[in-house]
């Protein structure tokens, strides 16, 4: 958790391999508490500003396959950093809830461990590039390798996606290894099943921070 005095939101991040649902998920929570009273802010990393959103049309774009992993990893920090300080860190400020998909965790799962870079470069480069902040709570949506893929590719693959199902078995494996040395703020969720059971799952791992969610789902 932040160590900023200033701030009084809380701040969520959703992970995962592509096509775990997570977006999905996202959009479920903040109908959830924007019902029962919360302001929340719904964010993509990168993006959700101009220029974030500039360098996301990069990242992703297959044309841009020749790309090295420094490269990627710095335009990765770079967005993040005007996401975070433009929009993250006043949305918290004034008590917001801040709901974002993807953050910091992606970078080690898909970059230090997906692409291979230095571990401690990825990590410092993270601290860098997020301004020094952490998410209160970070929910992993799991799924099977061979699954997610086929989701994530139904309609067309993007830069990330070209690399196959062994790149995203490495991806998956990046991130129960965060699970698994920060188990009270990354929560690895069962992505199986259908919308409203996974999601009743996230809430359970976002019940000690949200006491509203403490009611059963209609």
Known sequence: MSTDQARTGVFITLEGMDGCGKSTKGRMLNEELTAKGREVVMLRDPGSTAISERIREILLDPEAKDMVPDCELLLFEAARAQLTCEVIKPALERGAVVVCDRYTDSTFAYQAVGRRLDEQTVRQANVFGSCGLTPDRTIVFDLEVDESFERATRHGTDRMELDGESFQARVREG????????????????????????????????????????????
């Open 175 to 218: 991130y129960l290894r965060l699970a698994a040395e920060d188990p009270a703020r990354v929560r690895v969720v069962n992505g199986h099943g259908e919308k409203i059971e996974v999601y009743a799952r996230m809430r359970e791992e976002l019940k000690d921070l949200f006491p509203e969610l403490m009611e059963e789902l209609a």
